[in-house]
């Protein structure tokens, strides 16, 4: 009855979503606070009748703002159904095993692995440095390879890697070879390399509203790029589904964009959290990596990430750990409002 293709998958496994039982959620990077007040003001007087009709297919007016918002024109601006879809097109439309294979992080978005199962790329990890950062100088080092991805700041470490060194790859890559920054976490006090795709063709940076903007539940995500690189991923999409985000979605990423103010205030009320619990938990013995995201990768000495894991679940709160070697006595802690961050403190306090 099934398919070859269908039988080989190997399907994503995201972050638990509790049924009843209430928890304190520190286990899929979602934002703590509600998105813009200018969200809830057009869902008021948002009107029903206006779902009669299809949304623009052209995305006109929040291709615009981002243009605004990024500083790129709108021709380099693609938009998807949350970055995973924007993801998935991308490996679709730039890797192919027969050029070699895709290089990512040996810790890095557990996504990446499943589209190139799903598209049959061959991967190569590349291991990170003792310090758990991405060395990015041994990618173009590789004999051959089809192109190469990362999370920026990387997940689950948080760490980050700056302008420079991303400028010094894209020397050192050859200009059919596209790389993919997945900046999913940048507005957490890194600094975005949107810039950089003005001089490099192959350069594809990938962003959401699901984090900073507190959209996960409204499915936006977007890449920036040079319009051949874009032209091709809105080719991918009309070849699958040919309407663009819903029409609810593209305006309350608009009038979420706007609200200039509000992101500013919610982010680094998050970035001030993630410092203070950081701190703390430094000085309780904990190992804390540096984390420009809004969580934070840390353990502690003689207890698996499973065991801190399991003794947080039973007392209400959901962080997330990872059986990889390597990484397996880490939690990885989403960064709550400053309440729920104290009880999680107290409990490891007597942890
Ligand atoms: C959360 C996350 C995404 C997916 O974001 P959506 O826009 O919600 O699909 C992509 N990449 C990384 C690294 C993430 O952590």
Same mark, same amino acid.
């Not at 001089?199 to 699901?210: D, E, M, P, Q």
């Not at 990423?253 to 500013?264: G, I, M, Q």
């Given at each position: 009855m099934f398919t070859e293709r269908y039988r080989n998958l190997s399907p994503y496994v995201p972050g638990e979503q509790p049924g009843e039982k209430k928890y304190i959620k520190l286990? =899929?990077? $979602?934002?703590?606070y509600p998105p813009s007040p200018e969200v809830e003001k057009f869902l008021k007087a *948002? #009107? @029903? *009748?206006? /779902?009669r009709l299809y949304p623009d297919p052209a995305m006109t007016n929040l291709r615009r703002s981002l243009s605004k918002e990024t500083g790129?024109? @709108? $021709?380099?601006i693609f938009l998807g159904n949350g970055s995973d879809e924007v993801l998935s097109f991308c490996f679709y439309a730039f890797f192919e095993s027969s050029r070699g294979p895709l290089l990512f992080p !040996?810790? =890095?978005?557990? &996504?990446y692995p499943v589209y190139c199962s799903y598209y049959s790329i061959d991967y190569e990890k590349v291991p990170l440095r003792d310090d758990f950062? +991405?060395? /990015? =100088? #041994?990618? @173009?080092?590789? !004999?051959? &390879?089809t192109g190469i991805i990362f999370a920026n700041p990387n997940a689950p470490t948080g760490m980050y890697k700056t302008i420079p060194e991303i400028e010094e790859l894209m020397n050192s890559v050859p200009e059919d070879r596209v790389v993919i920054v #997945? $900046? *999913?976490? +940048? #507005? &957490?006090?890194g600094e975005s390399v949107v810039p950089l795709t003005e001089r490099y063709g192959n350069l594809l940076v990938v962003r959401t509203f699901s984090k900073s903007r507190s959209l996960a539940g409204a499915r936006i995500g977007f890449a920036v790029g040079n319009p051949v690189l874009i032209n091709a991923l809105y080719a991918v999409k009309d070849s699958f589904n040919s309407y663009p985000l819903d029409y609810i979605s593209q305006e309350i990423a608009r009038v979420s964009l706007e609200d200039t103010e509000y992101f500013r205030k919610t982010v680094s009320r998050i970035m001030k959290t993630r410092s203070s619990v950081t701190k703390t938990l430094e000085e309780t013995g904990w190992q804390v990596l540096p984390s420009k995201a809004n969580f934070i990768f840390a353990r502690k000495e003689g207890v698996s990430g499973e065991e801190v894991y399991s003794y947080l679940k039973e007392r209400g709160v959901l962080v997330r750990y990872f059986p990889h070697r390597g990484i397996e006595d880490f939690v990885r802690i989403t960064i709550g409002r400053d309440d729920e961050m104290m009880t999680l403190l107290k409990l490891l306090e007597n942890f």
């Amino acid at each position: 009855m099934f398919t070859e293709r269908y039988r080989n998958l190997s399907p994503y496994v995201p972050g638990e979503q509790p049924g009843e039982k209430k928890y304190i959620k520190l286990n =899929t990077n $979602e934002n703590p606070y509600p998105p813009s007040p200018e969200v809830e003001k057009f869902l008021k007087a *948002a #009107d @029903p *009748a206006r /779902l009669r009709l299809y949304p623009d297919p052209a995305m006109t007016n929040l291709r615009r703002s981002l243009s605004k918002e990024t500083g790129v024109k @709108p $021709e380099s601006i693609f938009l998807g159904n949350g970055s995973d879809e924007v993801l998935s097109f991308c490996f679709y439309a730039f890797f192919e095993s027969s050029r070699g294979p895709l290089l990512f992080p !040996e810790h =890095t978005y557990s &996504f990446y692995p499943v589209y190139c199962s799903y598209y049959s790329i061959d991967y190569e990890k590349v291991p990170l440095r003792d310090d758990f950062s +991405i060395c /990015l =100088t #041994d990618y @173009p080092k590789r !004999e051959s &390879f089809t192109g190469i991805i990362f999370a920026n700041p990387n997940a689950p470490t948080g760490m980050y890697k700056t302008i420079p060194e991303i400028e010094e790859l894209m020397n050192s890559v050859p200009e059919d070879r596209v790389v993919i920054v #997945d $900046e *999913a976490y +940048i #507005d &957490f006090g890194g600094e975005s390399v949107v810039p950089l795709t003005e001089r490099y063709g192959n350069l594809l940076v990938v962003r959401t509203f699901s984090k900073s903007r507190s959209l996960a539940g409204a499915r936006i995500g977007f890449a920036v790029g040079n319009p051949v690189l874009i032209n091709a991923l809105y080719a991918v999409k009309d070849s699958f589904n040919s309407y663009p985000l819903d029409y609810i979605s593209q305006e309350i990423a608009r009038v979420s964009l706007e609200d200039t103010e509000y992101f500013r205030k919610t982010v680094s009320r998050i970035m001030k959290t993630r410092s203070s619990v950081t701190k703390t938990l430094e000085e309780t013995g904990w190992q804390v990596l540096p984390s420009k995201a809004n969580f934070i990768f840390a353990r502690k000495e003689g207890v698996s990430g499973e065991e801190v894991y399991s003794y947080l679940k039973e007392r209400g709160v959901l962080v997330r750990y990872f059986p990889h070697r390597g990484i397996e006595d880490f939690v990885r802690i989403t960064i709550g409002r400053d309440d729920e961050m104290m009880t999680l403190l107290k409990l490891l306090e007597n942890f």
